[in-house]
């Protein structure tokens, strides 16, 4: 299902949300996974109006996800990537009791809530249950698809973690932008100067050349 035309769709994460499954498509709509009278599985739109995203934001839009908060609310997290990384986390909650059809309300803060995004299994929780960690922060690392193939080191966005602080805060990294890059530099001379040495030593010694 595509939801420009409803015959190709596309989802790219769901949740279990008020004993059912919710699924999100590509282009933001929300399917409940429901079980017919006779048993078998089918899938319905949920109508909702379209996201609110600001111009400069819906270019870098990267991924979204669907978690229940800790007081029983669908959220929607938006995760703005540029260039690899990660700038910005915007939340919606859904709101289909006040709205119909329903709507994504965008929240300013979280309260003592923490999210950690994942692909298919977001989490909510009270940051009281995580001492040393802060509530009203989306706490991430890396997801990228690409991720999880075999890849060398010199993957720069492997560096993407850190904490988002809702509202006016922002978001402070883990690690530099550069740090995987230095690293792999490091790691690379490290391993001509070994391999420099034990030839040294191998041709001193008479052995066996090693190239």
């Not at 282009?27 to 006779?38: G, K, L, V």
């Not at 909702?48 to 996800?65: M, S, W």
């Not at 978690?67 to 990537?81: A, F, I, N, Q």
Request: aromatic content about 14%.
């Amino acid at each position: 299902m595509d939801d420009e035309d409803e015959t190709v769709t596309v989802i790219t994460d769901i949740t279990f949300y008020r004993g059912k499954l919710y699924a999100m498509s590509y282009y933001n709509a929300i399917y409940i996974c429901d079980e017919a009278r006779d048993g078998s599985i089918a899938w319905r739109r949920f109508d909702t109006l379209p996201l609110n995203l600001k111009k400069k934001e819906r270019g870098r839009c990267d991924f979204k996800y669907l978690v229940e908060s800790t007081s029983g609310e669908l959220l929607m997290v938006v995760r703005v990537r540029d260039h690899g990384f990660t700038i910005q986390f915007i939340v919606f909650k859904l709101d289909d009791e006040t709205s119909d059809p329903a709507k994504w309300v965008r929240l300013e803060k979280i309260g003592n809530q923490i999210i950690f995004p994942r692909r298919n299994h977001t989490k909510c929780v009270p940051a009281i249950d995580f001492p040393g960690l802060e509530g009203n922060c989306v706490y991430y690392s890396c997801d990228l698809w690409n991720h999880f193939r075999v890849l060398p080191i010199d993957q720069s966005d492997y560096a993407d973690m850190g904490v988002y602080g809702l509202g006016r805060r922002g978001k402070e990294e883990f690690f530099p932008e550069n740090y995987i890059w230095s690293l792999h530099a490091e790691f690379r001379a490290f391993i001509q100067v070994s391999t420099y040495m034990d030839y040294t030593k191998s041709m001193v010694e008479g052995g066996p050349e090693m190239f």
